[in-house]
């Protein structure tokens, strides 16, 4: 088989894909990526992040090619740094006071909206977030609930709550989407919002034409997009359910797994 870099739009989840375990991103990931791009190739990510938490990145791998943020939600570029796509959603009163009476030391709550991040309830789960993303939440302002926002996240030192939780929004027949972007963070998304989705948005959007798509990730928010894209690899350290739908599945995360990916494609290249 031989393929053109230049026909190519690759697209990597950041937190156990691309980003090592210290939130850094390889020499050889960086060098791979410049050199795909130098060949005419399309690089983006597609994450869970806000625009905020990806700026670092962003400028490092110096980005232009629109991102997937908002684990679907937001379609960002960072060229003209305007968001041109968006979905948000309206959470009910019931469900607010539902989500607010379960906030402890153990279960934190973050809330999307405007580009700005929000938490309720301060505590050593949320700041360990925080410190993550590099992004520090405000101060949740109450009188301001009928607001639409973009997501919600739910993060539990037991993930067992997270599942009770998961049975009382399908319960309360909430219109959203439920996707775990870890093993303990559970996402509350816009009805219809995946990754994957809004890669076929973002196919729509883009000027280039007939591009093959290549998306990369390593949790359950990843499926999607790695079912939708031509060619959908896994991590090695990806969730098994990744690994089963995924096409290929490459090394570990921390084996510089982007640059495993792109040295084969040249390989590959006419």
């Known amino acids: 088989m031989s393929i053109q870099l230049k026909n190519i739009l690759f697209v990597s989840d950041l937190?156990?894909?691309?980003?090592?375990?210290?939130?850094?991103?390889?020499?050889?990931?960086?060098?791979?990526?410049?050199?795909?791009?130098?060949?005419?190739?399309?690089?983006?990510?597609?994450?869970?992040?806000t625009e905020q938490a990806v700026a670092k990145f962003v400028e490092?791998?110096?980005?232009?090619?629109?991102?997937?943020?908002?684990?679907?939600?937001?379609?960002?570029?960072?060229?003209t740094q305007k968001v041109i796509y968006e979905k948000t959603m309206n959470i009910p009163v019931s469900f607010w006071q539902y989500i607010f009476s379960k906030l402890s030391e153990d279960l934190a709550l973050l809330i999307y909206r405007d580009g700005q991040v929000y938490s309720p309830h301060r505590s050593a789960l949320l700041e360990s977030h925080e410190q993550k993303d590099g992004v520090v939440s405000l101060d949740f302002p109450l009188d301001t609930l009928e607001q639409f926002v973009t997501k919600l996240l739910l993060i539990a030192n037991d993930p067992a709550e997270l599942l009770a939780i998961?049975?009382?929004?399908?319960?309360?027949?909430?219109?959203?989407?439920?996707?775990?972007?870890?093993?303990?963070?559970?996402?509350?998304?816009?009805i219809h919002t995946s990754k994957g989705n809004t890669l076929r948005i973002l196919l729509q959007l883009l000027p280039h034409k007939d591009?093959?798509?290549?998306?990369?990730?390593?949790?359950?928010?990843?499926?999607?997009?790695?079912?939708?894209?031509?060619?959908?690899?896994?991590?090695?350290?990806?969730?098994?359910?990744?690994?089963?739908h995924a096409n290929n599945v490459t090394v570990h995360h921390e084996e510089h797994a982007i640059a495993d990916i792109i040295e084969k494609l040249m390989k590959l290249e006419v």
């Open 211 to 244: 591009l093959r798509t290549i998306a990369v990730g390593d949790q359950l928010n990843d499926l999607t997009i790695i079912q939708q894209a031509d060619d959908g690899y896994a991590v090695e350290n990806a969730h098994p359910t990744l690994k089963i």
């Open 60 to 79: 490092e791998l110096n980005i232009t090619t629109p991102m997937i943020l908002y684990n679907g939600a937001k379609i960002y570029c960072p060229v």
């Open 15 to 49: 937190d156990g894909t691309l980003l090592t375990t210290s939130q850094k991103i390889s020499a050889e990931n960086v060098e791979a990526i410049r050199r795909f791009e130098e060949q005419g190739g399309l690089f983006t990510l597609a994450t869970g992040r």
């Open 166 to 190: 998961e049975e009382t929004i399908h319960a309360t027949g909430l219109e959203a989407e439920l996707v775990y972007s870890e093993y303990n963070y559970l996402e509350i998304l816009p």
